[in-house]
């Protein structure tokens, strides 16, 4: 593995932590009206979602231009969401499982969309500003 896909494995992988950082340690209590850690337990997770998805399609698509990886990034991570409108047994039974559940996730929600262009453009400015170097 080259150097910089080490790199955005690396990046891949922190992207991960944090965002089951975010479900974990946001969990429990609720209060009235708008809440930080609600928010950020609510959306945080499909942004670094997608954000994980760009870093990994730029660790495997290392010669791309950043912009399409981010294009890629963001088609496929609709085409996730959008498939959770499908709710067939065979399919469900992959969401059952932790792995199938992070990654396939279980209802449609439009908000998700939102945080997955969030995210890969997160994603894509870290890329280019901090990253730019490396590639």
């Known amino acids: ?3 910089t896909q080490l790199t955005y494995f690396i990046a891949a992988v922190m992207t991960v932590l944090l965002g089951l950082a975010s479900r974990r340690y946001t969990e429990g209590g609720t ?4 809440s930080i850690r609600e928010f950020i337990h609510n959306y945080a997770g499909d942004a670094l979602w997608a954000a994980m998805v760009y870093f990994g399609f730029r660790m495997i698509f290392i010669h791309w231009q950043k912009k399409r990886v981010a294009v890629m990034a963001l088609v496929f991570s609709f085409v996730i969401e959008f ?3 499908f709710q067939q047994e065979w399919l469900n039974t992959i969401r059952r499982t932790t792995l199938g559940g992070l990654i396939l996730g279980f209802g449609f929600l439009w908000s998700d969309l939102w945080m ?4 890969v453009f997160t994603a894509f ?4 500003y901090l990253l730019k170097n490396r590639s």
């Open 1 to 3: 593995m080259k150097s």
């Open 31 to 34: 209060s009235e009206g708008f």
């Open 83 to 85: 498939s959770q409108m």
């Open 116 to 119: 997955y262009i969030i995210g």
């Open 125 to 128: 400015c870290i890329d280019f």
